[in-house]
């Protein structure tokens, strides 16, 4: 009996810390931009180029329906349109700040947020 109840804790701890790797096992990877470092997607499904730094290689990021759009940290999300029309309108402002927040292992973006007051 001894034998049995064993191994069956043991594979009961492994698959409870499975669980929890995979919470853990899941990335996302943050990138503080100048706005001369990216260029934004045209449709909610394209891609989002990144340059991390000048002798970086460029960084082809993909947005899908899922991703997320912020003009200011701490406000509600709004539409790819909007989010355009709030980067374009402050890309020469030398405070605004973009955050790009992604999963490295699918590229895929979660959110997308601007900041002016840095």
Known sequence: MKLFIKPALIAVALIACGDLNAEWLNPERGLELDPGALSLPTYETGQLGVTECAECAPLDLSVTQDTK????????????????AAFYASVHDDNLIV????????????????????
């Open 69 to 84: 759009y912020f003009v200011a940290p701490r406000t509600p999300a709004v539409s790819l349109s909007e989010m355009r």
């Open 99 to 118: 955050y790009v927040f992604y999963d490295p292992n699918t590229m895929l973006v979660n959110r997308l947020v601007l900041d002016p007051s840095t």
